[in-house]
């Protein structure tokens, strides 16, 4: 079955190459020019498989949806890919908090485009899954166990080292703010701060050795595995 996805943008030109883009690889696509319009399809009914979302819009804005999104239940689970300009770095960030999956800033090259829809559509399925293996370039966890390792050579991890590790493997590429990273700690019982996250993820790279520059900084916004 085709996977279906809804992009809301409201540049005419970029939807039509998005839309012509897609559907030539395979997918079947929905366009709206608004926020409003996708919330309208959802309380028609309507279902997806993902999101396109410019944060640009007239009316409600992507951040906005993203917010109203995640409050409900019935749409939390569909990825969300947000549609950029640089400059928008501080929507990035709180967009990421709200429940976006992942975004991209424009322009943008289809191809790119086509390989982070295809990334978020496979992440959704393993994740559903729930499976307690995960791996990525190398790197092998077994949450089940507690167990994290490259080739033989266990690794030794916090707790929250390993809980950081685990969100960055199951999805290579994904930023993570560090808010979103607090939020996924369970922090023993007490707060985590931004510093703690810095640390962890200061002693994560020494930990991964030559695989250190895996973790890659992205200014302003958080911190990702490489793709
Ligand atoms: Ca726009």
Do not use: W
Request: glycine letters at 8%.
């Amino acid at each position: 079955m085709k996977k279906h996805i809804l992009i809301i943008e409201d540049e005419d030109a970029i939807a039509e190459l998005v839309k012509f883009n897609l559907e030539k690889n395979g997918f079947e696509c929905s366009r709206t020019d608004s926020a409003e319009a996708a919330l309208k399809l959802f309380e028609g009914g309507a279902s997806f498989d993902l999101i396109l979302l410019d944060l640009m819009l007239t009316g409600m804005d992507g951040t906005d949806f993203c917010r109203i999104y995640r409050a409900d239940k019935s749409l939390r689970q569909i990825p969300i890919i947000m549609l950029t300009a640089r400059s928008e770095e501080a929507d990035i960030v709180s967009g990421l908090e709200f429940g976006a999956n992942d975004y991209i800033t424009k322009p943008f090259s289809q191809r790119v485009l086509l390989a982070r829809v295809r990334a978020q559509l496979r992440s959704g399925q393993e994740s559903s899954q729930a499976s307690s293996k995960a791996g990525a370039h190398g790197i092998e966890m077994d949450t089940e166990f507690h167990e994290a390792r490259i080739g033989s050579k266990a690794l030794e991890l916090t707790a929250n080292e390993f809980e950081i590790l685990e969100m960055f493997v199951r999805a290579p590429g994904r930023v993570f703010s560090r808010d979103a990273i607090i939020k996924n700690l369970h922090g023993d019982g007490y707060p985590v701060t931004d510093r703690a996250v810095d640390v962890a993820i200061a002693n994560l790279r020494k930990k991964l050795g030559n695989k250190a520059d895996l973790i890659e900084t992205v200014r302003g916004v958080g911190y990702r595995l490489a793709k």
